[in-house]
């Protein structure tokens, strides 16, 4: 009886699971990373009885935009589809009569039922659809319950401190490689994966690479009030200070991330205030006006004092006997050049100083102090090939490889026209015909 039930099992399992099935998953909502496609079957259909974990040759799977398909055999990806469309899988190891050469489909049918006799009549295999939900997964609120160490860097004033930090804000994020998130996350799920299971472990690590993405934004030398205008930065800083754990591990990336505020101690902001105001003293000139200024305090006092006239007039005198001392301060603001420009650089014409073109500033940094603007890329400066460093010479300051030989410039030697693309310039002048020869290099 055993051997006739399973016989039976096989016949009429394999003679169900003939039909061709047509996969498709709802909406996925915000809430819902990956879900199991379903095979859909209505009150039309006769295919009531075929195997929900098996997908004959020549079935159709649905995919819609924001989704990625993925079909499991045995465990193992076989498909991958993040195409918006109709995918037909022609590579099932289920033959179905419906689909290919109909002989072929026969016998493979007979050799599936031989093996599925040898199971008792059962499957013996596990085949699925799961769809990933690649679209932005927003709303993602976190705060740093403990303070950030955030290093405050000015060269222009030789400010170089550590800061304590607090901030809340929201981040996005999205699935950038399914197969990894399969693999390494979710696994075969019943039927959905929900944000809830992952978000807690990602929300923990999110504000934990919050110190070493601070560490690579502060070399910006922009201060923490700036920071929410520099998000860019900040969003490729989490991607790097995250990149072992999310995107090659779980096939996740950064892709958003708004400050709603960022607050530091009132004692590192009167430190820094501090610090500035004495930078600010060490300029002769700054400091002769503020001199300036107090003296024309003192003598203001002095005139009106209640103590008599006599008094007063002590007063101005005294006041009076440091104004050499204010004229020598604005001696020395004239001999001496900018704190931004070093002597070598002075005594060759050389700045660091530049005008923000957005708001007229003066900056000797890589960002406008004033509305934030990245200071404008040097036209005679060049990037090294070899390390990525910034240099203005013949040489990388970085690594020593020696700067790469510069285009030729073409100019007819005729009219004088250039053209635009000196790598690719015109066999003929368009303004006078001359044709581009020897002649017509510059350089």
């Known amino acids: 009886m055993g051997l006739i039930k399973a016989a039976s099992g096989a016949v009429g399992g394999v003679l169900a699971d003939q039909w061709k099935e047509f996969f498709y ?80 489909s026969i016998i493979e049918t007979f050799k599936v039922i031989g093996k599925r006799f040898t199971y008792g009549g059962d499957t013996a295999k596990d085949q699925r659809v799961y769809y990933f939900n690649i679209k932005e997964i927003i709303d993602n609120k976190f705060g740093t319950p403990n303070p950030v ?26 699935i950038t490689d399914p197969l990894l998130f399969y693999t390494n996350v979710c696994g075969n799920v019943a039927s959905e994966y929900k944000r809830e299971e992952i978000d807690p472990q990602l929300k923990t690590e999110f504000i934990s690479a919050l110190q070493p993405a601070f560490a690579e934004i502060s070399n910006l030398e922009i201060r923490p009030n700036q920071i929410v205008a520099h998000t860019t930065d900040l969003e490729n800083a989490m991607n790097t200070a995250l990149s072992s754990k999310w995107s090659e591990k779980r ?30 003293m060490s300029s002769p000139n700054l400091a002769a006006g503020n001199l300036a200024a107090a003296q024309a305090d003192a003598m203001r006092s002095a005139a009106s004092n209640s103590k008599g006239a006599v008094s007063g ?102 009219c004088g026209w250039e053209p635009d693309d000196p790598k690719n310039p015109p066999k003929f002048c368009p303004e006078c015909g001359d044709p581009f020869d020897a002649n017509d290099i510059t350089n």
């Open 25 to 104: 998953c709802e909406a996925l909502n915000k809430n819902v990373l990956v879900a199991k496609g379903q095979k859909r079957i209505t009150s039309r259909s006769s295919n009531t009885k075929g195997n929900d974990n098996i997908i004959s040759n020549g079935s159709g799977i649905a995919v819609a935009d924001g989704q990625c398909m993925i079909i499991v055999e045995q465990g193992k990806v076989v498909e991958v589809c993040a195409e918006p469309g109709e995918f037909t899988y022609n590579s099932s190891t289920e033959p179905s009569i419906f689909a290919g050469s109909l002989g072929k």
């Open 149 to 174: 160490p955030f290093r405050v860097v000015d060269s222009r004033i030789s400010i170089d401190i550590d800061v304590s930090v607090r901030c809340s804000g929201v981040y996005s994020y999205k």
């Open 313 to 414: 007039f002590m007063g101005m005198g005294m006041a009076g006997g440091m104004g050499s001392n204010v004229s020598s301060l604005f001696q020395m603001g004239a001999q001496q050049p900018s704190a931004e420009v070093s002597p070598k650089k002075a005594a060759s014409g050389e700045t660091n100083s530049w005008i923000c073109p957005k708001c007229g500033a003066s900056s000797g940094g890589k960002f406008c102090p004033e509305c934030g603007e990245p200071k404008p890329a040097d036209k005679n400066s060049w990037k090294c090939s070899e390390c990525g460093a910034e240099n203005k010479g013949k040489f990388c300051t970085n690594c020593g490889a020696k700067k790469p030989a510069d285009e030729p410039l073409y100019k007819c030697d005729k």
């Open 251 to 280: 096939g996740i990336s950064v892709v958003s991330v708004a400050l709603g505020s960022l607050t530091l101690p009132e004692e590192d902001q009167e430190m820094i205030k501090q610090l500035q105001r004495g930078a600010a």
